[in-house]
């Protein structure tokens, strides 16, 4: 085992990460003062703290090398900081209130894109780059139109109306990429209007699957790959079909991140792991470290791309915290508790994939059973099997803990047996996120960073 797994594995959460923050401030030397000409803001929606040290710990034990946010953590040129998470109306925030306060300025009740408790409309950054010929580009795993993308380019007082985003987004983003497609198509639209066309007829390049991303020319692109939010990683990399239509988050930041770095004109990019919000909400660990190490994927080829240059910002964050996973100590003296984590590694699909399959093949206990020990590499016993049963019935089961007394919580307990995982539920959380900064002016996020401070910040290094 690596030293740096087993300082993962075996110090404490806060301990660990912080002592590697306090030493990053200890040895990084300011910033230098310089103009920012572009920010590439990258978001691991829904990532607790205990994340980033679980999967640390599996790329060890599987990539036999570090992931590359944990590097930078460890960096003397970088800066690391605290986002401040609540909303207008919450200390826990959701992803829509959330992404307006970066875009915005301005923190909104939860369930508001970009719009008061009073319905007043506040402006978001995209429209404030537009009209100053800033660019701005939008890449997620969700779909484009979703919560946190939409934080910074639209107005609504309901994030779920994604069919009106979509309609904002013309003109004013650049560069969109992930899911949605029915947003954008006129016979799944209420309103019937053709967006792919009128993408299309101001100057876009529509792209719907992985090898016309990588074969487009278009300073401006429109990609929407799938109708729904994209596969989660670790079904992605088992499916052939899923891998060649899909193309994977880092491959999306690459196609537009090359486009604003070859430009002259200063640009915003948003880049999303919205997925690990997902497998945090379904108690999937599999799910959610699989995104993860994607994330960091994207990281590191942000970070490869910008080597070199003083001029790009790269902010790395999360906006809220999600059923706070954690690794438990396991056996006598817990020393199972790295056997039990190593199964992780071992798990063939989402919690997501399961329970499709078991639905489309109308199974009964024996089949979700099989597929449970297929997938996850544990077989339930008959009353385990039986509540996960009686809770996807409806059933009250007894758990004391109501935000597990439902299928992705009682799910995750029995992985969690076998793993070490555990969640305290399966909601956000309150918990200040974690801010890494690197590039020209990154000190602006050292310390305790209020989310809605974000907007001003990034509106006054990129316009002047």
């Known amino acids: ?115 008061t408790d009073k319905g007043r409309k506040v402006e978001p950054i995209g429209a404030t780059l537009q009209a100053k010929k800033c660019r701005l580009g939008l890449v997620t795993t969700a779909t484009v ?48 209007r053709d967006l792919f066309a009128d993408f299309a007829k101001a100057g876009y390049e529509v792209v719907r699957d992985r090898d016309q991303l990588l074969a487009a020319k278009s300073p401006r692109l429109l990609g929407t790959f799938t109708p729904g939010y994209l596969p989660y990683s670790v079904d992605h990399s088992r499916d052939e079909a899923l891998a060649k239509k899909v193309p994977t988050l880092a491959e999306m930041t690459d196609a537009a991140l090359k486009r604003f770095l070859t430009s002259d004109a200063p640009f915003l990019l948003q880049v999303e792991g919205a997925r690990i919000d997902h497998a945090a909400h379904a108690n999937d660990i599999a799910g959610l470290l699989g995104d993860q190490l994607a994330f960091d994927d994207a990281i590191a080829t942000v970070m490869a791309a910008i080597a070199g240059r003083d001029d790009i910002l790269v902010v790395i964050t999360s906006d809220h915290g999600n059923s706070n996973p954690g690794l438990s100590g396991m056996g006598s003296s817990y020393r199972r508790t790295n056997q ?87 909601v956000h959380t309150a918990d200040l996120t974690l801010i890494t900064a690197v590039g020209p002016q990154a000190e602006r996020f050292h310390g305790l960073v209020r989310n809605d401070s974000v907007h001003g910040v990034m509106l006054e290094l990129l316009l002047g």
């Open 340 to 426: 039990c984590f190593s199964r992780i590694a071992g798990m063939k699909a989402s919690h997501e994939r399961i329970f499709a399959d078991w639905n489309a093949r109308k199974g009964g206990s024996a089949e979700l059973t099989g597929l449970v020990q297929d997938r996850l590499g544990f077989k339930p016993t008959e009353a385990e099997a039986a509540t996960l049963l009686d809770t996807i019935g409806g059933k009250q089961v007894t758990e004391w803990n109501h935000l597990l007394a439902n299928p992705p919580g009682i799910l995750g307990q029995l992985a969690g047996n076998h793993t070490g995982i555990g969640w305290t539920g399966t």
């Open 145 to 192: 139109t979703h919560a946190t993308p939409a934080g910074f380019a639209a107005n609504s007082p309901d994030r779920n109306d994604e069919q009106g985003i979509a309609l904002q987004y013309l003109d004013r983003v650049d560069i969109a990429l992930g899911g949605g497609s029915p947003f954008f198509d006129p016979a799944k639209r209420k309103d019937k």
């Open 1 to 115: 085992m690596t030293s740096t797994r087993r300082h993962v594995l075996q110090a404490g959460l806060f301990g660990g990460l912080g002592s590697l923050i306090s030493s990053s401030h200890a040895e990084a030397p300011a910033a230098p003062s310089k103009r920012v000409r572009g920010i590439v803001f990258m978001v691991s929606d829904g990532m607790s703290h205990g994340v980033l040290p679980l999967a640390e710990a599996l790329s060890q034990q599987t990539r036999k090398r570090s992931t590359r946010w944990w590097e930078l953590l460890q960096s003397p040129g970088s800066v690391q900081g605290l986002m401040d998470t609540a909303s207008a109306n919450s200390l826990v925030t959701d992803s829509a209130a959330a992404s307006s306060a970066w875009g915005g300025g301005q923190r909104v009740p939860n369930g508001h894109i970009n719009v």
